[in-house]
């Protein structure tokens, strides 16, 4: 199937359309755009900016792609935003490109944002992530892969979320999530491992016997933060275990402090 340009959508000179791509009526292509092949721009849609999309990608009616970030630091230039593939952008959302024009916002592959969900300037966001309607993700925020946000979800900036784990409706997310634990609440506290989440990624029973036991000796001891890394170093039996290795080089390199 050949590339088809509604005749009432706006393609800018300058943007560049791959092959397959279908863009619907009333949407905007800007001049900076590209547009990676197979990739559908439904109506009213807008994908402007330096943003740069992969292949199958499908970016819903009113959704802006590329948009100007909200930071008032923004000097000028063409700060970039990168976009893998299969990613699906429902209606409303944002993804805004970064700040500074040297710099870029990056989402990977396979990921869903439902309806008015945000991406805000300077995030990397992994693959394989849901986030629910009405979520927004502050400036700078990094998002590993297999992460589920759900609704009503704000992520202060700067903050990270590893992998597998899960940010429940309605939380408000100001420290860092490990992989694997499950965030609620307002503040957001880490309140168990994502038991069902891994399970559907098919993680192994051993596996969520140890991530319920690094969560035990970091949020049910007695021990602080650096106490209970190096209790899991070198005076545990899971010392040795994969899952136990990453949250603690996660937890090593948090600056805003855990959950």
């Known amino acids: 199937m050949a590339t088809s340009v509604h005749p ?6 300058g943007a ?3 092959q397959d791509v279908i863009v619907e009526a009333f949407a905007l292509i800007g001049k900076s755009a590209v547009v990676g092949d197979a990739t559908i721009i439904r109506h009213h849609a807008t994908v ?34 990168v976009v893998g593939d299969n990613n ?5 959302v944002t993804a805004h490109v970064a700040t ?32 629910s309607s009405q979520s927004a993700l502050g400036g700078h925020v990094e998002v590993d892969d297999h992460v589920t946000i759900g609704w009503g979800v704000g992520v202060h900036q700067f903050c990270r979320l590893g992998r597998h784990c899960m940010i429940s409706a309605c939380s408000k997310l ?18 168990s491992i994502n038991k069902v989440g891994m399970e559907r990624s098919g993680f192994a029973k051993t596996d969520l016997d140890v991530a319920k036991g690094v969560f035990k000796v970091l949020y049910r001891g007695d021990l602080n933060r650096r106490q209970a890394v190096k209790h899991l170093q070198n005076g545990s ?9 990453e949250i603690i080089q996660f937890t090593e390199k948090s600056n805003r402090g855990l959950a």
Do not use: W
């Not at 009432?8 to 000179?13: G, N, P, Q």
């Not at 819903?60 to 970039?80: N, S």
């Open 48 to 81: 402007e900016g330096k943003a740069t999309l992969g292949k199958n990608n499908e970016v819903y009616p009113y959704a802006l792609i590329g948009g100007l970030t909200h930071d008032l630091k923004y000097t000028g230039g063409e700060p970039e935003l």
């Open 237 to 245: 039996n899971l010392a040795k275990e994969k899952i136990t290795q």
């Open 16 to 18: 560049q359309l791959g």
């Open 174 to 191: 100001v420290q860092d999530v490990p992989p694997f634990m499950l965030a609620d609440g307002s503040p957001a506290e880490v309140r």
């Open 100 to 131: 500074d024009s040297q710099d870029c916002t990056e989402i990977g592959s396979d990921n869903v944002f439902l309806s008015y969900s945000h991406i805000a300037h300077d995030c990397k966001v992994g693959n394989h992530l849901v986030m």
């Open 88 to 92: 699906i952008f429902r209606e409303y």
């Open 8 to 13: 009432l959508a706006i393609v800018e000179e």
